[in-house]
């Protein structure tokens, strides 16, 4: 089963100008706001959540599975970095390790996903996101328990020098860039396509031959890479990790990126993370106005925009050029008349 692009898809520049303008915005960014370092640190926060709801979009928007236990896949890959990087490994050997270990978690711990729908995948996922939560508690030897793992060193720079900063918030940018990248080019591939056919009806998906179950493992082996890789830049970026970094909660303000932002679309969840990352940074000082806005921001998206921000200018995007062509097709039909 294939589906064929829309007629009204976008082709050529017309498709990668957003791309264009998210790589020059992501990189001038973090530039601009350097000589602050709290604002250049929320933009890096900002990036890093943009590389997860992206991941989270793949198996949320794409494939039609809301995994909770996103946070808890980036814990086992900061988890991996930190001890490895402890032990004398460079950063960035531990890097791909840490993430392919996230990985492999990602798609063992997604095999429920084969017997399970809907919100009783959902609630399974909570309940594995909990349970490696405690897992982080309990397996203090590797973790530190509650206490969490201060003083992570920054990475350090062949040649010589860490990498701090500016230079830091680069790295993530680049990261952001590729992963909304790699999402564009699965989600135009038969792959993305097998994927947009299992959310829909994963029954009927197998009627047409596909192997839901290959394709859903594939899913999760990839969305969990950039989890994986969001954990690994987050440790030495922040330089204290803890159960509470990659708790429930945490999985929940993905979702609600990707829920807001507009699931199934590319751009949706990075507007999504874009809007809803630095808020709690920018009013850390006003937890209760904090949570009102968001909210407030829910509700109104859910009542006004069931789709997100995204479904919400489509709709209004038909209606306008509609109304702009309105001219002249009333003069197109009066020639004809």
Not at 25 to 37: C, E, K, Q
Not at 117 to 134: A, D, E, H, N, R
Not at 202 to 223: H, M, P, R, S, W
């Amino acid at each position: 089963m294939t589906a064929q692009p829309t007629k009204d898809a976008p082709r050529g520049l017309a498709a990668h100008w957003p791309l264009a303008a998210f790589t020059v915005a992501s990189v001038l960014v973090p530039i601009l706001l350097s000589g602050n370092r709290y604002l250049a640190f929320v933009a890096g926060m900002t990036l890093l959540h943009i590389l997860w709801a992206t991941g989270m979009n793949l198996l949320y928007g794409y494939t039609g599975l809301m995994p909770l236990m996103f946070a808890g896949l980036a814990g086992i890959s900061a988890y991996f970095v930190v001890n490895l990087t402890a032990m004398g490994w460079s950063f960035w050997l531990a890097l791909p390790v840490g993430t392919l270990a996230a990985s492999v978690a990602g798609t063992i711990l997604g095999l429920p996903s084969l017997r399970l729908k809907g919100f009783y995948f959902t609630l399974c996922s909570l309940v594995i996101q909990t349970v490696i939560t405690l897992g982080f508690v309990y397996f203090a030897s590797i973790t530190n328990g509650d206490t969490g793992i201060s003083q992570i060193p920054p990475p350090s720079i062949p040649g010589g020098g860490e990498l701090t900063g500016l230079g830091y918030e680069i790295v993530i940018a680049v990261m952001a860039i590729v992963g909304i990248a790699v999402l564009m080019l699965i989600v135009r591939s038969p792959f993305g396509r097998r994927l947009a056919a299992i959310r829909e009806d994963d029954g009927l998906a197998e009627t047409l031959g596909i192997n839901v179950t290959y394709q859903k493992l594939a899913a999760f082996f990839i969305g969990s890479l950039y989890a994986g890789v969001g954990g690994a830049l987050y440790a030495p970026y922040i330089g204290f990790i803890s159960p509470r970094s990659f708790d429930v909660l945490i999985s929940m303000n993905i979702w609600l990126m990707v829920a807001f932002g507009g699931r199934g679309t590319i751009w949706g969840p990075v507007f999504g993370a874009m809007l809803l990352a630095p808020i709690p940074f920018l009013l850390q000082d006003y937890y209760t106005v904090k949570d009102i806005l968001y909210g407030v921001l829910i509700i109104a998206v859910t009542i006004l925009m069931p789709g997100g921000l995204a479904s919400g200018f489509k709709r209004k995007a038909p209606k306008a050029e509609i109304a702009k062509n309105a001219p002249s097709r009333q003069l197109d039909q009066r020639s004809a008349a």
